[in-house]
């Protein structure tokens, strides 16, 4: 009778295995999504402060240039970042809009910029899962010296 139970583990082993690896990949791969939100946040962050940057030096007041030269600038920054390796999807989707941050103040404005980023699977792609997907937002506003809000 000691032979029946010979081998009766061999079909476990690869389902183990197999159980063990996409634990792997979805550790592995939820680390390089987490990454993916990060690095989408800091692009978007960035092209929001190009934007930003893109103030009228003719005037006395701080004020932004027209809005077609914020865009040019934040989309400018997007493409900038993709020739230079960035995973960004559409460059030309980076700028979302000019707007005022208070309905007295018109000079309180915010750039506001949004990154798509898509990067490789690793262990994920196993299952048929190529590719990863993260977006970030990112606000930025032109400012002159430092005011009550920013000091708290």
């Known amino acids: 009778m000691r032979g029946r139970d010979d081998g009766s583990i061999a079909p476990a082993v690869p389902i183990v295995a197999l159980v063990l690896l996409l634990l792997a990949g979805l550790v592995v791969d939820a680390s390089r999504q987490l990454t993916a939100r990060a690095r989408a946040?800091?692009?978007a962050e960035e092209a929001a402060r190009a934007g930003?940057?893109?103030?009228?030096?003719?005037?006395q007041e701080l004020r932004?240039?027209?809005?077609?030269a914020v865009r040019a600038r934040v989309e400018g920054y997007c493409r900038d970042a993709?020739?230079?390796?960035?995973?960004?999807?559409d460059p030309g989707a980076c700028f979302r809009g000019v707007r005022a941050v208070s309905a007295t103040d018109g000079r309180r404005l915010v750039v506001v910029a949004h990154v798509d980023v898509v990067v490789p699977a690793s262990l994920l792609g196993l299952v048929g899962v190529r590719e990863l997907r993260a977006s970030g937002d990112?606000?930025?506003?032109p400012f002159e010296g430092l005011d009550e809000e920013?000091?708290?």
């Open 64 to 68: 932004l240039l027209p809005e077609a």
């Open 150 to 152: 920013d000091a708290q």
């Open 82 to 89: 993709v020739t230079a390796g960035a995973p960004i999807v």
């Open 138 to 141: 990112g606000r930025a506003r």
């Open 41 to 43: 946040v800091a692009y």
């Open 52 to 59: 930003a940057a893109a103030v009228d030096l003719d005037e």
